[in-house]
Each structure stands twice: as C-alpha cells, then as structure tokens.
C-alpha cells in the first residue's frame, strides 16, 4: 500500500486532502503545525472524520523524522494552508522536513500545494527539497473548514456584513473552486508531466458570484485584488470543470458553518 504523507492534515486542503487519500485507498500518515493535543473544537471534530480509519495516523512536526517508510512515498506539503492560515512557522517545517528526506529511501514524490497570486519566500525555501516533482498553483479554494481568514468564511461569520478594503487585499478574486471538484481533479492533475501546474476554472465570475452570494452585493473591484503575476506565463494551465456551482458551494460553506458554530455551543454548556 502507498504511504502519502500531508503536511497540514489538520488544515483546509490538507484535511480534505487526507480524506480523498484515504478513499482512494492509500495509507495515510498526517502531520501538523498545530498542536495535535490542543482541545480546538475544529480540530477535534476533524479528528473524529479521519481519526477512525485504519488506515490515518498523526503524528507531530518534531516527530516526522523518526517515522520509518518502507517502499513508495508521496509528500503532500500544504503551503496554501500555511499562508492562507498566517502562521509563522516556516522554519520549523522546513527543519522538519529537512530532518525527514535523508532518511527516505527511495525518495518520495512530494507535490506543493501554493495560493495563486502570492509571492512571499516560502514557495523559494521549500524548492530545494530534492525530489520536488510538482507545484501546483491554486485560486480561492472554497468549501467547509475555509479558514476565516479568507474572505468568504469571514463574510459567513459576519453574517454578509462589508469587510473593510484592507481585509480584500491579501485574497485572490481571480477565480474560485469549490473544495470537491478540486479533488475530482486531482488525481489527473497529479499525472500531467508538468513540474508546474496552474489550476483555473472553466467557468467565468466564479469568484464574484461566491462572493454574491456571501455578501448579497457585488464585491470589491477586482483590480484591487492579488493577481497571478508572473506564474502565469510559467505553468502549465489545468482547467477543471465547476461541477459545484457558486450559489451551492456556499450554501454548503455556510450550513457547515453553522454546524461547527451549534457544536461549539453545545461543549460549551
């Protein structure tokens, strides 16, 4: 059986990530910058979908480099979870990822998963992993467990009321996908021979009309927004189908918003 191993299996994609693999079949090794022992009511109910199957395990960042793999591995490194999320814990994935590889053999096949748009220095640090075989670049990636620090979980959380300019800024108003038909892609994009991969809708607006649907209003000009800059002329472009319209993935992101936020209140009696 394939051992893939997610860094950021407690996160957005890295969750959602995890679950595909797991119905795929693969053995699944999760890791994490989040503290797995922590009582964070989201991390607990994500636990409780993947945390039962035989076939996950988790361990820590600082307990990767003792794991023992035998035969095919594939890396999944989770950076859009990283950036989207705002943590500051570059170093301490890279050392333990550093710590990792020599002990790999043979080497694994380890996939990035990166924002469009962004241009900060972790995309160059994680670059010198030997063995990289594919990045691949995304636009707003929407569905249940969105971070609320991306604009259309924020918007829900405030029940559609306007964000401030400054809030837009850091988000991708380019293009939207919705979580599952990322995934529906996913394996195909992984057998493309390309080292450089954008994806991108099929589908026009699909950004605007999330956001509609969010705020009730048109959102913000998007020529304020972060563009693909020069990526764009250097990937390979993936266009994937939107089987999940705006209207309904949003619906689905809010009723499992309102979901988690019932949960919350419930543990907190």
């Known amino acids: 059986m394939e051992l893939s191993i997610v860094i950021g299996a407690y996160q957005f994609i890295g969750f959602h990530l995890c679950k595909y693999l797991l119905e795929q079949g693969h053995e699944v090794l999760g890791a ?42 594939t890396l999944y490194i989770c950076l859009y979870d990283y950036i989207k999320k705002g943590t500051d814990k570059t170093i301490e994935i890279k050392k333990a990822l550093d710590a990792l590889m020599p002990k790999m053999h043979p080497a694994p096949r380890i996939i990035v998963l990166y924002p469009l748009g962004y241009t900060g220095d972790e995309r160059k640090m994680f670059e010198t992993l030997n063995g990289q075989d594919k990045i691949i670049y995304l636009p707003t990636i929407y569905g249940p467990w969105q971070p609320e620090t991306m604009v259309f979980e924020r918007g829900i959380h ?50 605007k009309l999330c956001a509609r649907a969010v705020f009730n209003r048109d959102p913000v000009d998007e020529n304020s927004s972060v563009h693909e800059k020069d990526i764009a002329t250097e990937s390979f472009v993936y266009q994937l189908k939107n089987k999940v319209k705006p209207e309904l993935g949003i619906q689905l992101q809010k009723a499992h918003h309102k979901r988690i936020e019932t949960i919350q209140k419930w543990k907190l009696r």
Request: charged share 25%.
């Open 32 to 73: 994490d910058w989040t503290d797995d022992s922590r009582t964070d009511h989201p991390i607990e109910e994500k636990q409780l979908e993947i945390g039962r199957n035989a076939n996950f395990n988790f361990t820590s960042l600082q307990e990767l480099k003792n794991v023992n793999t035998q035969g095919n591995v």
């Open 158 to 207: 405030s029940n559609g009321a306007a964000l401030a300019t400054a809030e837009w800024k850091s988000e991708y108003m380019l293009d939207a996908i919705y979580i599952t038909d990322f995934l529906d892609y996913f394996g195909d994009i992984l057998e493309h021979s390309e080292n450089s991969i954008m994806v991108k809708s099929t589908d026009f607006d699909q950004w």
